[in-house]
């Protein structure tokens, strides 16, 4: 059967792909299982990040379950990205600026002295290690979110529409 629709790149005057597509859905297939199961673990134990660093334990452990529920929800999305790099780049953008505000907090309540150097393991498994390959995705993907990539036509599967 012959395809309906051409493919993006034979319309000169619809914006290409997200350039190097396949990585950055890998990127984002990795970053979203990170998010949900980091995130799942917090929920189910909001303390280990206090027994781990050395903290003292938290009287209010439902905020870090709370933190955990929202990566976890971090992490869905991070997954529709790797569906849909063309579509993810707002995604990608709020989730790179809270990947950057997130160490400067923890970098001022270091340099106060409200918790020790070793409360760092949590933004660089969290934040640090994502930087470039979200930065690089936000560079590709500029021209396809810039532009506006129209929605694909849906095919019917049937004789009836």
């Known amino acids: 059967m012959a395809q309906a629709f051409p493919p993006a790149a034979a319309d ?3 914006p290409r792909a997200v350039k190097h597509e396949k ?11 990170y998010n949900i199961l980091w ?8 303390q ?10 938290s009287n209010t452990p439902q905020i870090f379950a709370t933190l ?12 529709d990205v790797a569906r849909h790099p063309a579509h ?34 949590l933004t660089a ?7 470039i390959p979200f930065a690089c995705y936000l560079r590709d ?3 396809a979110f810039r532009h506006g990539i129209p929605e694909q036509p849906r095919r019917s599967g049937g004789a009836a529409g």
């Not at 001022?108 to 393991?121: E, N, Q, R, S």
């Open 12 to 14: 000169p005057g619809r």
């Open 23 to 33: 990585a950055y859905r890998g990127v984002f297939l990795a970053a979203g299982a």
């Open 39 to 46: 995130g799942s673990y917090a929920v189910a134990d909001p």
């Open 48 to 57: 280990w990040f206090f027994r781990l660093t050395g903290l003292p334990l």
């Open 68 to 79: 955990g529920m929202v990566l976890g929800l971090y992490g869905i999305l991070y997954l």
């Open 88 to 121: 993810g780049w707002l995604v990608a953008a709020v989730a790179l600026a809270g990947k950057i505000l997130g160490p400067l907090g923890l970098a001022w309540l270091i340099l106060t002295g409200a918790w020790p150097p070793g409360t760092i393991i």
């Open 125 to 131: 498994t969290n934040d640090l290690i994502w930087w």
């Open 141 to 143: 993907a500029w021209p």
